[in-house]
């Protein structure tokens, strides 16, 4: 079954020390308290926990790919802006 990313939303990654990511996505993959969950644009607003784990982030639209190993913290949606504040987050290695 094949995603289509039409559009795009804003992601900020926030920590207590630093914004380390901030700008225009097609998609965020979340390990929430109860598994994976995806959020793409036009998600409904959310406020959701996060355990520690790892966050796909879908940078474009030839599936280019980035994943951040995260601490615990929750996510915030709301009017195609999602906001990420945890505890701790590092761009993980890439995946080969």
Same mark, same amino acid.
Do not use: W
């Given at each position: #079954?094949?995603?289509?990313?039409?559009?795009? #939303?804003?992601?900020?990654?926030?920590?207590?020390?630093?914004?380390? %990511?901030? $700008?225009?996505?097609?998609?965020?993959? +979340?390990?929430?308290?109860? $598994? +994976? %969950?995806?959020? +793409?644009?036009?998600?409904?607003?959310?406020?959701? !926990?996060?355990? !520690?784990?790892? #966050?796909?982030?879908?940078?474009?639209?030839?599936?280019?790919?980035?994943?951040?190993?995260?601490?615990?913290? %929750?996510?915030?949606? +709301?009017?195609?802006?999602?906001?990420?504040?945890?505890?701790?987050?590092?761009?993980?290695?890439?995946?080969?």
């Amino acid at each position: #079954m094949s995603h289509h990313f039409n559009s795009i #939303m804003n992601l900020e990654i926030l920590t207590p020390e630093r914004k380390l %990511f901030s $700008g225009d996505v097609y998609g965020v993959q +979340l390990p929430g308290i109860s $598994g +994976l %969950f995806e959020v +793409l644009d036009k998600h409904a607003p959310l406020v959701s !926990a996060l355990k !520690a784990g790892r #966050m796909k982030v879908l940078k474009d639209k030839s599936n280019h790919v980035v994943f951040y190993d995260i601490q615990s913290g %929750f996510v915030e949606v +709301l009017n195609n802006k999602v906001t990420v504040l945890v505890e701790g987050a590092e761009e993980a290695a890439k995946q080969s």
